[in-house]
């Protein structure tokens, strides 16, 4: 029997309360506060390129230079320091940001060029620019909307990357295999397989592959919600997320 397909299975309870990499941004410790800065760039570059990109309208070049641009300024002058969780969610708080920085960009007539005195940080714009056109923005949807939709692309990207690296070295291939082959990509244009069908293609008995796919999705959801609770600014957001992402309700 097919069951517990969806990603987000049953009310779980959440990861254990810690500080979000937005809090840590702020520590007085140098190494916390350049770690914390490493992971909120990973999880917010790509939707504020996207939103640089398609809500500015801005060029390739353009719109590499102003988000090597705006997360130098973030990195140098407290700018996520200066987030206040009353009034809103943190992504909104960088996105608005970063509107304006490009605004006053523009009225300067001047792109910070790449390979300054600024220390850029390495981002992927390339893979950046080929999930543009394989997801091109709806015209239905307003600038914020485009904004959270990439926002939760790169939340299960990042997630899936560290569910990926973690079975992988624990010798869980099979694990992985599965859970990609009939969660991720059931979307695509291939029919998603049978429990029967992915028992034969991996000689292993259909109850082994209902059971791997628990443990999966259940440790996929635990990355997810620890991925979440370190690029969200409040106890609030990360609650309100879980449960939009989820279904997931506090415990």
């Keep these: 029997m097919e069951r517990d397909t969806r990603i987000g299975g049953n009310r779980d309870r959440f990861p254990e309360t810690r500080r979000s990499a937005v809090r840590r941004a702020a520590d007085a410790d140098p190494e916390v506060r350049a770690r914390a800065l490493d992971t909120l760039i990973a999880a917010y570059w790509k939707p504020v390129y996207k939103h640089l990109r398609i809500g500015w309208k801005a060029s390739n070049e353009e719109a590499k230079d102003w988000t090597q641009g705006f997360f130098a300024r973030c990195l140098e002058k407290g700018q ?19 509107d304006s920085y490009v605004s006053n960009e523009r009225k300067a007539a001047g792109r910070l060029k790449r390979g300054g005195d600024v220390a850029f940080v390495p981002l992927d714009f ?21 904004f959270d939709q990439e926002w939760t692309r790169t939340l299960f990207q990042l997630s899936h990357s560290a569910l990926a690296a973690a079975l992988r070295a624990e010798g869980k291939e099979v694990h992985l295999a599965l859970f990609e082959r009939y969660d991720l990509e059931a979307d695509g244009p291939a029919p998603r397989p049978t429990y029967q069908e992915l028992a034969t293609a991996h000689a292993i008995p259909v109850t082994q592959v209902t059971n791997y796919l628990s443990a999966t999705r259940r440790r996929f959801r635990e990355i997810v919600l620890r991925t979440l ?16 992402l989820l279904g997931i309700d506090p415990t």
Excluded at 83 to 96: I, K, S, V
Excluded at 229 to 244: D, K, M, N, P
């Design 80 to 98: 996520i320091e200066k987030y206040d969780p009353a009034r809103g969610t943190f992504r909104a708080y960088l996105r608005l940001a970063a």
């Design 229 to 244: 609770r370190e690029i969200t600014g409040s106890e609030v957001e990360f609650a309100e997320e879980a449960r939009r």
């Design 126 to 146: 390339e893979t950046a620019e080929g999930e543009i056109r394989q997801h091109p923005p709806s015209d239905d949807l307003s600038a914020e909307q485009q």
